[in-house]
């Protein structure tokens, strides 16, 4: 059970920094960082890091809140771009996932990734 636990967090994980590349405003990149943030630390959290998730969760999401509070108070825009305003930013999103299920689906068939 903690194995897939682990699992859905790495996809998360992975989903989240996706999400960040294709960058279409600073908000909805802050956001993905603060998931990809929370899943990191889950993950350390479950492999027995209790100590070193919690202080990272509390000292790295601390100053992402800084950061991007202060990116956003500069960078606002009325209206922001989201991941389907632009064809490029929802082409590369959307080649991320896919490129990550095959991933997924090829190690799930039982082949090794050195």
Sequence with gaps: MAMYIVFIMSTIFVISLV???????????GLGLIVG????C????SFGGS???LMVFLIYLGGMLVVFGYTTAMATE????VWVSNKVVLGGFVLGLVLELLVVLYILE???VN
Excluded at 42 to 45: A, T
């Design 110 to 112: 039982g082949g090794k």
């Design 78 to 81: 009325q209206y922001p771009e």
């Design 37 to 40: 943030g929370a899943m990191g």
């Design 51 to 53: 100590f070193l998730g």
């Design 19 to 29: 999400g960040v590349s294709s960058k279409p405003s600073p908000i909805y990149g």
């Design 42 to 45: 889950g993950i350390v959290f």
